[in-house]
């Protein structure tokens, strides 16, 4: 058996960055004196007269990244989702929010395997934050071609987005001929009649490698994508929620505020179901090598068949 391609979805970010730049003279990219880790050196070999490296500054580079998207170009803001999210939040919600600028912001090196750079690096509150901005469109993409997929959907999409990278190289799993990314719209990675699990970004191929192993016991789950956390696929929520009445959702991130918190919304108010939310449970990461902190805070496919089982 073939081993399963792996890529890191930075490094998505960046090779995408450099195909719109070919396609549209209006892409400009921002970076905050991370080229290198975040990618889009990629698109500033090709395209340096576009590139704008600002600096450690990213207050800054974001506010340079609202007055561009007001000269109708269309910046891609890039920089470590807790410095893009967290560092920055007051500029991306007033510069940016409140005048519904057409902004991007690009954040790699999100949640826990960002690994040895250790809890102030890991972030895993931003989806929490994002989803706070009215208006602000929140993107989790789970593997190469969905991170490809989403950042040509940004483009397209008028308005400011919040797109989330990861450090690790995770399984390219949405490589199938018929995939469609659609903003706001889940992907069915696999039927069941027992469990919903839902899920997104790296965690994504853990849930479905997990849900091989509750197959084997017997348990039949089923696997959904949700790329796009806001807006969220409500209709895909129900559907599920009336289908299995037991829903999980994995998330690499902070299990107050993401993902398990826009679902139990979506439940609590228009189809009750039972709920369990697998994530980083109210605490700070650590340094390590970024598999082993997978699997310590429990986003692995054992620990996610554990937690799945004993929920059933």
Same mark, same amino acid.
């Given at each position: 058996?073939?081993?399963?391609?792996?890529?890191?979805?930075?490094?998505?970010?960046?090779?995408?960055?450099?195909?719109?730049?070919?396609?549209?003279? &209006? !892409?400009?990219?921002?970076? /905050?004196?991370? =080229? +290198?880790?975040?990618?889009? *050196?990629?698109?500033?070999?090709? $395209?340096?007269?576009?590139?704008?490296?600002?600096?450690?500054?990213?207050?800054?580079?974001?506010?340079?990244?609202?007055?561009?998207?007001?000269?109708?170009?269309?910046?891609?803001?890039?920089?470590?989702?807790?410095?893009?999210?967290?560092?920055?939040?007051?500029?991306?919600?007033?510069?940016?929010?409140?005048?519904?600028?057409?902004v991007k912001i690009g954040a790699t090196h999100a949640g826990i395997s960002v690994g040895e750079d250790g809890a102030t690096h890991?972030?895993?509150?931003?989806?929490?934050?994002?989803?706070?901005?009215?208006?602000?469109?929140?993107?989790?993409?789970?593997? &190469? !071609?969905?991170?490809?997929? /989403?950042?040509? =959907? +940004?483009?397209?999409?008028? *308005?400011?987005?919040?797109?989330? $990278?990861?450090?690790?190289?995770?399984?390219?799993?949405?490589?199938?001929?018929?995939?469609?990314?659609e903003i706001g719209k889940a992907v069915t990675l696999r039927e069941g009649t027992d469990v919903t699990i839902i899920a997104t970004?790296?965690?994504?191929?853990?849930?479905?490698?997990?849900?091989?192993?509750?197959?084997?016991?017997?348990?039949?789950?089923?696997?959904?994508?949700?790329?796009?956390?806001?807006?969220?696929?409500?209709?895909?929520?129900?559907?599920?929620?009336?289908?299995?009445?037991?829903?999980?959702?994995?998330?690499?991130?902070?299990?107050?505020?993401?993902?398990?918190?826009? !679902?139990?919304?979506?439940? /609590?108010?228009? =189809?009750?179901?039972?709920?369990?939310?697998?994530?980083?449970?109210?605490?700070?990461?650590?340094?390590?090598?970024?598999?082993?902190l997978v699997k310590k805070y429990g986003l692995d496919a054992d620990s996610i068949y554990e937690k799945v089982k004993a929920f059933?």
């Amino acid at each position: 058996m073939s081993e399963v391609k792996k890529i890191a979805t930075r490094e998505s970010y960046g090779n995408a960055l450099a195909e719109l730049g070919k396609e549209h003279e &209006d !892409v400009i990219v921002l970076d /905050a004196d991370l =080229a +290198a880790a975040t990618k889009t *050196g990629v698109f500033k070999k090709a $395209f340096p007269e576009r590139h704008i490296d600002c600096g450690i500054a990213e207050c800054n580079m974001i506010s340079v990244a609202a007055g561009i998207a007001t000269t109708g170009k269309v910046p891609f803001a890039s920089s470590f989702a807790m410095f893009a999210a967290g560092r920055a939040f007051e500029q991306v919600r007033n510069s940016i929010g409140y005048p519904k600028l057409n902004v991007k912001i690009g954040a790699t090196h999100a949640g826990i395997s960002v690994g040895e750079d250790g809890a102030t690096h890991q972030c895993n509150e931003d989806i929490a934050l994002m989803r706070t901005i009215p208006g602000m469109v929140v993107i989790n993409p789970a593997d &190469d !071609v969905e991170a490809k997929a /989403a950042v040509k =959907a +940004a483009y397209e999409h008028v *308005g400011p987005v919040y797109l989330r $990278f990861g450090r690790l190289a995770v399984p390219v799993i949405n490589d199938s001929e018929d995939y469609k990314f659609e903003i706001g719209k889940a992907v069915t990675l696999r039927e069941g009649t027992d469990v919903t699990i839902i899920a997104t970004g790296l965690p994504v191929s853990e849930a479905l490698d997990a849900a091989e192993k509750l197959a084997a016991d017997g348990i039949s789950a089923e696997v959904i994508n949700i790329h796009t956390i806001k807006p969220l696929d409500e209709e895909a929520v129900i559907k599920a929620a009336a289908k299995t009445g037991k829903i999980v959702t994995v998330e690499e991130h902070s299990i107050i505020g993401g993902l398990g918190s826009a !679902v139990c919304d979506v439940v /609590a108010q228009k =189809a009750p179901a039972k709920v369990l939310k697998i994530g980083i449970n109210d605490v700070y990461g650590e340094s390590g090598p970024a598999k082993e902190l997978v699997k310590k805070y429990g986003l692995d496919a054992d620990s996610i068949y554990e937690k799945v089982k004993a929920f059933v």
